[in-house]
């Protein structure tokens, strides 16, 4: 390989990897871009009854028919923006449940308005704008007549009921069910009206096209050139009026309970963690003899009943001090060295390999022979050695 190739491999492994890391930020930014082009786009569901919604429990077809007849439709998703659209006051304002404004912020809001339509009716909102009306049942049967002098009910004929309403004296109902009413109207002496009923059933999307849903949404919603679809928000609510937080919920004796706890815990940790003393007596580091370690290792292949690894460490030991005995080095292979003691003892070749190398014991009586006759080996070449030695 060229000097130039062996230069250019590692710039294409940076480039190709580069690349890598380019792709996968584009794919994750491209999913960033389809994820909020979904969510801001309008093609998933906001919430239920929101006037943007597509979904089944929002109410976009009511706002477009509604457009469609001739009517403005402001989205107000806060109370400043409410106010603001409400300042011509002959408006309709369409109201969802708010239960973070306070009962004065309610009548102050929906008092700006000409026409107040309550389409989740709740106890306070119905006891504070309806006179003291309250919440009923629910209507076992979906359909149900209007029967009442209200024009936009009268109209519109038969229309879905679901969540009923108790009207309090002055109050008119419409659509009965046993005692109980699917809406409720309200009017006063100057030609305003407050009107409650169960958007779920009359005013969604999926509900919108059933019986007289469709006229009697147009009638209720329809009553003024300029509507006022207010989703309340939480940072609506009234100074002094928030829900109260964690901290206002807790009792007092609980925060010195927590840290009291946490003391005990740390006093406990530091307490079992203490040390006393050095873990080994004798200073490290300690000098183990390699045969004590080679032994070690045997005798755990011999306690897992592994003998062919056992003799292994064995013979690697011992062929480490045999070869040191007769000056080989230390990247001799094992069959060379057993050559070099076959010669040196005038043994046979085969045999000695067989001790040193070849031999594989399956039982630890096998075992214990093979270590007695590479004991033997290693024996006769230190004395073949020290004969050698004496005899010059």
Sequence with gaps: MSAETASAAPVRSRRRSALGWVALAGGLLLAALVGGTLVYGGYTQRAILDPESAGSDGTRAVVRVLEQHGVSVTIARDRAAAER???G?????????????????????????????????????????????????????????????????????????????????????????DGEFGLLQSEGVDGRTVTALDGLSVLTNSSLPVDGNAALALGVLGQTDTLVWYVPSLSDADQGTAAPTLGDLTPAWVTPAMLLLLTAALAAAIWRGRRFGPLVAERLPVTVRAAETTEGRARLYASSKDAAHALDELRRAARSRVGRLLGLTARTSPHDI???????????????????????????????????????????????????????
């Design 338 to 392: 057993a050559d070099a003691v076959a010669q040196r003892l005038d043994a046979d070749r085969a045999r000695v390999r067989g001790i040193l190398v070849d031999d594989i014991p399956r039982t630890d009586r096998e075992l214990v022979a093979a270590a007695d006759r590479l004991r033997d080996l290693e024996e006769s070449v230190r004395a073949a050695v020290r004969t050698e030695g004496t005899t010059r």
């Design 89 to 177: 006051g002959k408006t309709t304002l369409v109201l969802r449940d708010a239960p973070m404004l306070s009962d004065d912020a309610l009548r102050d809001l929906t008092g700006r308005a000409r026409h107040v339509v309550l389409v989740e009716p709740r106890s306070r909102a119905l006891d504070v704008l309806l006179d003291g009306s309250s919440l009923g049942g629910f209507s076992p049967d979906l359909s149900a007549s209007p029967e009442c002098g209200v024009p936009a009910a009268a109209n519109a004929g038969a229309a879905h009921v679901g969540e009923l309403l108790r009207p309090a004296d002055g109050v008119e109902g419409c659509y009965p069910v």
């Design 85 to 87: 659209a409400l300042a």
